[in-house]
């Protein structure tokens, strides 16, 4: 009779494993392909700040950079205004805050990304020029 009741809580026991192992597997399959999504949709930056450009935008209530170029004193002004209204003191909300600042790092490493790209095209349009040391 034991070996019954051992038997059925094991069968039961792999099946209750088996179904968390499966679900688990979907669930980091679905968030590899949020993922890439993500990079695709804004590289490596709508990761680490959790925002997309056009989010980051929307919050701040500037327009998008175009060619990677964006009038950063407005978002920078916008952005001080916002915090500023926002502050926890003054009856505001910690969460606002937060997607503010956000939104201002998204927008300010995009624009870097692209100074870094527009640069390293400069570069290799003038071509590379090593700096040469001459001993006396």
Known sequence: ?????????????????????????????????????????????????????????????????????TDIENVTE??????????PKNGGSFYLQSKILRARERIEMEVRTAEQVAEREKELEEGWKPKVYKDR
């Open 1 to 69: 009779m034991a070996h019954r009741i051992i038997t059925q809580v094991v069968i039961t026991g792999s099946r209750v494993f088996g179904r968390a192992v499966t679900e688990a597997w979907k669930q980091a399959q679905a968030s590899q392909k949020y993922a890439q999504a993500a990079g695709k949709a804004g590289g490596a930056a709508a990761l680490s700040t959790g925002l997309t450009l056009d989010e980051a935008c929307k919050i701040l209530n500037v327009a998008p950079p175009k060619g990677g170029k």
């Open 78 to 87: 916008r952005f001080k205004k916002l915090f500023d209204l926002n502050d």
